[in-house]
């Protein structure tokens, strides 16, 4: 595992995080409970320190298997965990919640759920346009005053709301998505980085995508986030996607890597992010996702990929 520091809260996070979306159990392939806690203690045993979670992933569940864990291990502490706020889960349903009083009673909830008494880094998740943004930034000042939260951060806001969010709070942390099949958002991130913010990327394997387990167009149930959320998994971008994997297919052969690690190497690279966060409810899959640590592709090799990759993103 590597090592760096989280933007400028200072904290000593690993370039892996482990994303918990997926272990929450809802719109993801299903796990028992013992492979999902399994697979938090998996990360740490790879040396992961770092675990993003939210009280949206199945309505808490996911903060209940990461909170449990790390009670049972005793771990609390030697782990970093990132949570959310402004966001909730209900019936099925992603519902923005940016008010003030909405957030203080979240945040109560997810230390329950955590277990703990204080949150490492707070996220906005998504922006509330129905909330004035100093009511909702307010509201995580008051939590950073009563020791609850020990720094505050955005997750899918645009450089204006950034802006706009950090004249009420401190923005110390930003998890925007990126990765191999979505680079929209590199622009943002290269400024967050410049601004010393602690950058913790988000779908790195493009949702399960970039790592060649899907190679047939699938219809996917309403609610399966490979449906809803990530657009490659639908055309006109599965075929595009495809013929990127083809690129990353010769590279695997030629280096005896599996996939995932290739887009995990390709994001690495990226100097700007602090750490990428990969998604995984089995023990399996994180070891070898962290083997990526134990090479790296060449400059020619990022070359041959940065082409692929523009040519996936041409309209
Ligand atoms: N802030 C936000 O709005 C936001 C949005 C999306 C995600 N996130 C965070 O980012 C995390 C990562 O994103 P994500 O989980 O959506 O996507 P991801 O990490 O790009 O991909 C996760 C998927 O890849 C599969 N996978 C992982 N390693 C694999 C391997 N070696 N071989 C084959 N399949 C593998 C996982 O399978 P299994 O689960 O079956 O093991 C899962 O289906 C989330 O869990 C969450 O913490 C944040």
Same mark, same amino acid.
């Given at each position: 595992m590597k090592y760096t520091k989280f933007g400028k809260t200072g904290i000593e996070v690993s370039k892996m995080c482990l994303g918990t979306w997926g272990i929450g159990g809802a719109g993801w392939d299903n796990y028992s409970d013992e492979s999902r806690m399994d697979a938090i203690k998996a990360a740490l045993d790879c040396g992961i320190n770092f675990i993003d979670t939210a009280p949206a992933y199945n309505a808490g569940k996911a903060e209940q298997y990461v909170g449990e864990t790390l009670h049972k291990l005793g771990a609390r502490k030697e782990v970093v965990i990132s949570t959310k706020c402004g966001n909730e889960f209900i019936d099925g349903k992603y519902v923005r919640c940016g008010s003030a009083d909405k957030i203080l009673r979240e945040c109560d909830e997810s230390l329950q759920n955590l277990k703990t008494d204080y949150i490492d880094v707070y996220l906005v998740h998504w922006p509330d346009p129905n909330v004035a943004m100093e009511e909702t930034m307010d509201a995580l000042n008051q939590l950073k005053k009563q020791g609850k939260i020990l720094h505050a951060g955005v997750s899918n806001f645009t450089k204006e709301q950034m802006e706009e969010a950090n004249k009420y709070c401190e923005i110390e942390a930003y998890q925007p998505q990126f990765s191999m099949v979505d680079r929209e958002n590199e622009e943002l991130i290269r400024w967050a980085h410049a601004q010393d913010m602690g950058v913790m990327t988000y779908g790195t394997l493009g949702g399960g995508i970039l790592t060649g387990k899907y190679r047939k167009l699938k219809t996917y149930e309403a609610n399966d986030n490979r449906n809803? !959320?990530?657009?490659?998994?639908?055309?006109p971008l599965f075929s595009k996607a495809m013929k990127l994997l083809s690129v990353m297919d010769k590279i695997s052969k030629e280096r005896n890597v599996p996939l995932a690690q290739i887009a995990l190497n390709w994001t690495l690279k990226?100097? !700007?992010?602090?750490s990428c966060i990969t998604g995984s409810q089995s023990r399996d899959k994180i070891e070898a996702n962290c083997k990526v640590f134990d090479w790296e592709l060449s400059a020619e090799e990022m070359q041959i990929l940065d082409k692929a990759i523009e040519e996936y993103s041409r309209a």
């Open positions: 809803r !959320f990530y657009p490659y998994f639908r055309e990226k100097e !700007f992010i602090s």
